[in-house]
Every structure is written in structure tokens, then in C-alpha cells.
């Protein structure tokens, strides 16, 4: 069925360490990829999205990888700081349905 | 320009009683997203509409649930019957066409007592 795992749950990172969360999805049809961010009483926001057409994608200190074979895709954040610190989410778009499946969240944090 | 709008932001109901949650997209935006967030957790999908139709209605968890959306615009979730189980963060995201992305309202915190 529809399924989006995402891994770990909480991360706690260093400030100026890097921090990487990663995601496996079952529609192997799957052809969109986005990254949300959640801060606490917001709705979550788009901060990079990937298509199955490339195998990377990189916006200043974020980047995310696709392996198509392998039905997963992580998110790297490099050099993080305090406002990184926030709830992100995986999703794949399913292609059967034209909706948007959403991982469980990883609850990232930043240490000082 | 205008974001997603949800109305209300928050929403205390007793048990038994109906409530009527209220989102306005982004204008143009012909997809519009209902989500379900409990306490800590993921988003669950509950239901999408292409314009005026919902194509997937297989996220609604009960048939206490309903949602339409009128004009290709503004849209309600309607729950009928309040349980405490229905206590959540209901969010809506619409999108300029189905698989672009999603833009999010900041939900409404629903409380049933």
C-alpha cells in the first residue's frame, strides 16, 4: 500500500555538524519528491523538492539525494545552526492518485 | 501575495456536536489538500480536490467526515458528531496543479472536550 518511511524520529546534532535524515517510499511509479519543515504552530514549509529525472539536488546548505532503484531519498543539511532546529518532513507524490504521502517526521535539533 | 488561510486557528467543541473547519486557497491554485496532524505525529491524508471534485476520498477515517469545495476555491471539512479522537491539527495545502507543490495554512487546533 501507500507507505512512506522516514528515519530516525529525533536527531541531535552539534551546531556546524551535519545532519541527515532518510526516507524509503513503495510506489516504485513515484516521480516527486519534497522536503518540508515544520516549526512549532505552523503549517509546514517547502524547503527543496527532487524529481525522479536527477539523482541530486542542492540549494545552499541543503541537498537531497534520490536512488530510484532503491526506493529511497535523504535530506543533508550541512554547517546546521540554531534555526535549523524544527520537525522535517519526507513525502512522495503517488502517481496512482496525484496525493501526497508524508513520512512520520524527524525532530531535528541543534545543539550549541 | 496571500498565503493558504485557515479558519478558525483554533476550535473547542463538546463531545456529539458538529464542527465546520474552512480553508481558502491560493488563488488559482486549482488542488487543494486536507491533512490530519495529531499530537507529535505525521500528517495524514484525508482528502483532495482537482477544482470542484474530490478524485480521493479514501483518507476520511469515518463517514462523520465530509468536505467540499465550491467555485474551484474555498473549501470546509465538516465533522458531524464530534469524538475526542477527533482532536488534531486539521491543515490544508493547495498546489497550482496536482504534483506541484504545497503550500500550507497554519491549520486549525481542534479540541473536543
Known amino acids: 500500500g501507500e507507505n512512506v518511511e522516514q528515519h530516525p524520529s529525533t536527531l541531535s546534532v552539534q551546531e556546524g555538524d551535519s545532519a541527515v535524515i532518510k526516507c524509503t517510499y513503495s510506489?516504485?511509479?513515484?516521480?516527486?519528491f519534497p522536503w518540508y519543515k515544520q516549526e512549532l504552530g505552523k503549517g509546514p514549509q517547502l524547503i527543496i523538492d527532487?524529481?525522479?529525472?536527477?539523482g541530486e539536488k542542492k540549494d545552499q546548505r541543503i541537498a537531497v539525494t534520490l536512488n530510484k532503484t532503491a526506493k529511497h531519498f535523504s535530506l543533508h543539511i550541512t554547517e546546521t545552526q540554531p534555526e535549523d532546529s524544527a520537525v522535517y518532513f519526507c513525502?512522495?507524490?503517488?502517481?496512482?492518485?496525484?496525493?501526497?504521502?508524508f513520512g512520520s517526521g524527524t525532530r531535528l535539533s541543534i545543539r550549541p | 501575495g496571500a498565503g493558504v488561510s485557515q479558519s478558525p486557528s483554533n476550535k473547542v467543541t463538546e463531545k456529539g456536536k458538529d464542527v465546520e473547519l474552512r480553508c481558502d486557497p491560493i488563488?488559482?491554485?486549482?488542488?487543494l489538500y486536507w491533512y490530519r496532524q495529531s499530537l507529535g505525529q505525521g500528517l495524514e491524508f484525508l482528502i483532495y480536490?482537482?477544482?470542484?471534485?474530490?478524485?480521493?476520498k479514501s483518507g476520511l477515517p469515518s463517514d462523520r467526515f465530509s468536505a467540499e469545495r465550491t467555485g474551484g476555491s474555498v473549501s470546509t471539512l465538516t465533522i458531524q458528531r464530534t469524538q475526542q479522537e477527533d482532536s488534531a491539527v486539521y491543515l490544508c495545502?493547495?498546489?497550482?496543479?496536482?504534483?506541484?507543490?504545497?503550500?500550507f495554512g497554519n491549520g486549525t487546533r481542534l479540541t473536543v472536550t
Open positions: 495545502a493547495s498546489s497550482l496543479f496536482e504534483g506541484s507543490p504545497l503550500h
Open positions: 510506489d516504485s511509479a513515484s516521480n516527486y
Open positions: 527532487i524529481r525522479s529525472n536527477v
Open positions: 513525502a512522495a507524490l503517488w502517481s496512482s492518485a496525484s496525493k501526497i504521502i
Open positions: 488563488s488559482g491554485h486549482t488542488a
Open positions: 480536490f482537482q477544482g470542484n471534485s474530490a478524485p480521493d
